[in-house]
């Protein structure tokens, strides 16, 4: 993945232009409290760019929770919205595929923005052995991505659909599926991005 595309696409657009803005993160929220992961639990939201989601965990509570993106903009952004909070968060800029993370460190793994971009057999792997990597056994993995009847592109670069089935899939017999579902983005000029959720737990 292309760390100058991603600086281009946020530093040309506001936070609220971009395709898959939303105020707050509902399904990625209601996920990641039905893990019921106590507030001292590792969470690490990977393509973080500039959502609310850390906001939202922060203001729930949670304290320790790491925000991966490619681009140094739209971390720079949301830590400006944050003001002092940005202390109490951890803040990588990097390819989720070249991340060094410390084994089993992570309590809750959540990715709503990277995943479909990955059109390549090869980068699916490398990622799902990131996850399996970070993740602790019993942790859980929330991934979203457009599903069968979403974009076939985003930010101008081709993206990969999934049933809930075929994301599984991809994870493999690891991942004990717990939960999914189907839902309908609305994009900030009003047309609507069909998401699969998948909820998940790391058996082993």
């Not at 990955?118 to 970070?134: C, P």
């Not at 991934?143 to 659909?161: I, N, Y």
């Not at 000029?189 to 909820?199: A, D, E, K, M, R």
Request: glycine residues 10%.
């Amino acid at each position: 993945m292309s760390q100058s595309h991603w600086e281009q696409v946020y530093g040309s657009k506001a936070p609220d232009a971009v395709s898959w803005y939303a105020p707050h993160l509902d399904e990625s929220l209601a996920y990641i409290r039905q893990a019921g992961v106590g507030l001292d639990a590792a969470l690490l939201d990977v393509g973080g760019g500039e959502s609310t989601l850390v906001d939202d965990l922060l203001g729930a509570g949670y304290r320790r929770i790491e925000v991966l993106d490619l681009s140094q903009h739209a971390l720079t952004v949301c830590q400006q919205r944050l003001g002092e909070r940005a202390a109490q968060v951890g803040w990588r800029v990097g390819d989720v595929l070249e991340q060094a993370f410390e084994p089993q460190s992570i309590d809750l793994w959540h990715d709503r923005a990277v995943f479909h971009f990955l059109t390549d057999a090869d980068q699916r792997r490398r990622y799902v052995e990131q996850v399996l990597n970070a993740l602790k056994p019993g942790g859980f993995a929330i991934v979203g991505t457009f599903g069968p009847e979403g974009p076939t592109e985003c930010s101008g670069l081709p993206v990969a659909r999934y049933s809930s089935e075929c994301l599984h899939e991809e994870f493999g017999s690891p991942f004990q599926l717990l939960d999914h579902a189907i839902s309908l983005h609305t994009t900030p000029w009003g047309s609507t991005q069909q998401f699969v959720y998948c909820f998940c737990r790391r058996a082993h």
